[in-house]
Nanobody
Framework: QVQLVESGGDLVQPGGSLRLSCAVS????????MGWYRQAPGKGLEWVSGIYSDGSVTYYADSVKGRFTISRNINKNTLDLQMNSLKPEDTAVYYC????????????WGQGTQVTVSS
């Protein structure tokens, strides 16, 4: 069983930075991919960024490319998201995810952390 716990959400001014972290417990092997999703008020779930479990390959949504950096700390067993140049439209609850085939059986989510970008 995999458990994910996010932290680091806060209120930040436009142009500011935040670092989100997801503490991972349980066995994450090479079959897993991990990622960050977000849900803005009144909107659906949006994929933000993904990474192989060993950290070797990363992917980003166009809306965050060049501003956000995803990373995997194997030693600390965390998944992190460095967010720079934040915009009001980045305001959302951010969720950590880990999944592997078959996704119907192995698809884990954290409880979410609130990021608010406002002056």
């Amino acid at each position: 069983q995999v458990q994910l716990v996010e932290s680091g959400g806060d209120l930040v001014q436009p142009g500011g930075s935040l670092r989100l972290s997801c503490a991972v417990s349980g066995n994450i092997d090479s079959r897993y991919t991990m990622g960050w999703y977000r849900q803005a008020p009144g909107k659906g779930l949006e994929w933000v960024s993904g990474i192989y479990s060993d950290g070797s390959v990363t992917y980003y949504a166009d809306s965050v490319k060049g501003r956000f950096t995803i990373s995997r700390n194997i030693n600390k067993n965390t998944l992190d998201l460095q967010m720079n140049s934040l915009k009001p439209e980045d305001t959302a609850v951010y969720y950590c995810n880990a999944r592997r085939p078959p996704v119907s059986e192995y698809n884990y989510w954290g409880q979410g952390t609130q990021v608010t970008v406002s002056s």
